[in-house]
């Protein structure tokens, strides 16, 4: 469609458009101009959403020195769960599977993440934090997004981690990710929670 532009006449002259006609076509100059920003290529977007936990505050996660399977859990019941999503996209994390679901996402796409706990330990302790991406792959991998040295006991000390993965493959936008705590020492872990931002191209 071409620009309707709306005729205003001279000033001493009624001949320019009447009410009806004038916002007739600012109407369709304006819907035009929307459905060409919709359709514009080369655009990014962003939402984000932010999950509060509630569970492991009064049952924190208690991990085994050296293991290496002690997950994270969060709910995303807590007072914090909100979100920024004005397009009604898929909400990454499932509380029920613990995981992130990447599927509604793009190649090219990326994740920014903060993570947020709090650790226990009873003395000196080397702590790692992973994400385990692609686990429902042929190419699983793992990335060590915080490394943390506690000099002596600690109770309840705050670990946070900001860090952004890039949806590269189809295995990582595929197979599933969540996070590993990792320490050759004994801790109970209480998960405050996460917030993630997706970038869209």
Known sequence: MAEQPVIIGTADAKAGDDLFAAFTKLNANIAELYSSIEAATGLTKT???DANDTATTSSPISHVGG?????LTNNAI?????????DSKDVLWDPA???FDFTSL???DTVFFRVDINLTNAAAQEVNLFMSIAEGSAGPYEKNINHVYYKTASTLA???ALFEIYIGDENTRTGGARFRFGSPAAATIVVNGWY???TEV
């Open 47 to 49: 939402y984000w959403f």
């Open 78 to 86: 807590g007072s914090s769960t909100t979100s920024y999503n004005p």
């Open 67 to 71: 293991a290496t399977n002690t997950y």
């Open 158 to 160: 705050n670990d946070t």
């Open 106 to 108: 793009k190649i090219g």
């Open 196 to 198: 993630y931002k997706i």
């Open 97 to 99: 599977t613990n995981k």
